[in-house]
């Protein structure tokens, strides 16, 4: 939930609360920014022919990454306060 995501940001760094919440958001714009390009382009360069397969790499990429992010969320991740 929306709540959980903003109180991450208090917890783990109460001072630096705003610019830690400025970065993960602009991370989160840049991939929205870049995504359709990306779909865009692995479309464009799969033929006809194989226009599912295009779509699965489509689908391939984000599943592979929000697994990459899970792995590292998973070893990382505390709710403890990392800055003071």
Request: hydrophobic share 50%; no cysteine; glycine share 14%.
């Amino acid at each position: 939930s929306r709540g959980g995501f903003a109180v991450n940001h208090i917890d783990i760094a109460p001072k630096l609360a705003g610019i830690i919440m400025g970065i993960s958001n602009s991370a989160g714009s840049v991939a929205g920014m870049i995504g359709p390009r990306l779909v865009g382009y692995i479309l464009e360069g799969t033929p006809s022919t194989e226009a599912l397969w295009g779509w699965q790499q489509a689908f391939f990429l984000p599943a592979f990454t929000s697994l990459a992010g899970l792995v590292v969320f998973e070893a990382l991740a505390t709710g403890e306060r990392v800055f003071e």
